[in-house]
Structures are given as structure tokens and as C-alpha cells.
């Protein structure tokens, strides 16, 4: 791969993590982190982060716009898929009857999930069908704010 490629791809994965920590949500970079914030009583949103245009264009609007709700859940951590490995494997690990996906959305309460938003629910959707579904979990599985 040439240099520019690698400058151009570290700006993309920097734009991303970004994007999602001014939504509000915190990263986890590593397995004890995941650990740490899944192992909190309450719901927790856990969005798989990716560099692919539906994760951009789609899953971060869609994690940033879905908050605006009058209920949400209690913790928002994002994990970086292809970027951060061990803690992606770890979050992964808790997602338990769901294939590997990114972008996508796993819902937790008290650190089991209960729903998941896969790739599939991503791309090729508009951004309001995905803020949708999102909502819809919340709706059921969170209180209000």
C-alpha cells in the first residue's frame, strides 16, 4: 500500500472516531474496557464502528440522531471494528446468537443483549429507518430520560 493510501486511511478512521464521540459516545479500545462498561447495571447502546460508507453515511448519523428521544439508554460506547481487534472480539463475545457485523447495534441490559441492529438492518436503508429502529428499542428496553 502506498503512503498515501495509509495517511488517507488514518484520516477516514480518525473522522469516524470523531463523528461517534461527539454523539456522546465513548470508545472502548481495549477488552477491559468492555468488560468495565458492559459490566454496568442498566441498558447500554454498543455501536460496531467501521470505515465502510454505510457506516458514514447511514449507522453514525442514525447513532447520533436516535438520541434525540425521550427515552434513551443509561451508557453509549462504541467499538471500532478493524481498528481495535481485542476489544471488538470482546464486545462481540457478549453478542451471542448474532453473527460479526459492523456497522451495527447491539442493545444490552445489565450486559446481556436483548436486541441487535446487523449490518443487514444498515445498509442500503435510509438514516431515519435505522434512527427508527433504534427508537423502537428504546421504547422497549429503556426508560425515560
Known amino acids: 500500500m502506498s503512503m498515501d493510501f495509509n495517511l488517507f486511511m488514518n484520516d477516514v478512521v480518525r473522522q469516524a472516531r470523531q463523528e461517534i464521540g461527539a454523539a456522546g459516545y465513548t470508545e472502548l479500545v481495549s477488552p477491559e474496557q468492555v ?7 442498566g441498558t447500554t447502546l454498543v455501536m460496531v464502528n467501521s470505515v465502510c460508507g454505510c457506516a458514514g453515511g447511514i449507522a453514525r448519523p ?10 434513551r439508554p443509561d451508557q453509549l460506547v462504541t467499538v471500532f471494528a478493524g481498528q481495535d481487534k481485542e476489544a471488538t472480539a470482546k464486545a462481540r463475545s ?3 446468537g448474532y453473527p460479526p ?9 445489565d450486559g446481556e443483549i436483548v436486541t441487535m441492529i446487523e449490518r443487514h438492518d444498515i445498509e ?12 423502537q428499542a428504546f421504547d422497549q428496553y429503556c426508560d425515560e430520560v
Do not use: C, R, W
Open 124 to 135: 442500503g436503508h435510509d438514516p431515519m429507518a435505522v434512527v427508527q429502529k433504534l427508537q
Open 62 to 71: 442514525a447513532a447520533s440522531h436516535a438520541l434525540h428521544y425521550d427515552k
Open 101 to 109: 457485523s459492523s456497522p451495527s447495534f447491539a442493545l444490552l441490559k
Open 35 to 41: 468488560e468495565e462498561a458492559f459490566a454496568k447495571k
Open 94 to 96: 457478549y453478542f451471542t
